[in-house]
């Protein structure tokens, strides 16, 4: 059974960090690209980063480039969204999820087959 489990969200104030993690199983962490994305009330759900462990390419949205980081740890088959220089606007609850890499389309909430129940993080001004 695929699981994708979230943790690391909260409350924190403007310009403050916090790293979200992401344990999965139930299938090949490396032959996955792992998704970062995030919704906010009454908004669609948008794709903040994305990671190919294979080959480690990475995608950013615009709205976070320069502040978010992906990374993984294969070993642990956990994946990390390391959130620096947080803005109100970033308050969301934020989810993971997974898709094979060769079925990897692009970075969008669509493209991806397995989720996580998510995590929400508020960013207080």
């Known amino acids: 059974e695929v699981q994708l489990v979230e943790s690391g969200g909260g409350l924190v104030q403007a310009e403050g960090s916090l790293r979200l993690s992401c344990v999965v199983s139930?299938?090949?962490?490396?032959?996955?690209?792992i998704g970062w994305f995030r919704q906010a009330p009454g908004k669609e759900r948008e794709g903040v980063s994305c990671l190919t462990s294979s080959d480690g390419s990475t995608y950013y949205s615009d709205s976070v480039k320069g502040r978010f980081t992906v990374s993984s740890d294969i070993a642990k088959g956990t994946a990390y969204l390391q959130m620096n220089s947080l803005k109100p606007e970033d308050t969301a609850v934020y989810y993971c999820a997974a898709v094979p890499a060769w079925n990897f389309r692009n970075c969008r909430y669509d493209a991806m087959p397995y989720w996580g129940k998510g995590t929400l993080v508020t960013v207080a001004s």
């Open positions: 139930g299938f090949t962490f490396y032959d996955h690209v």
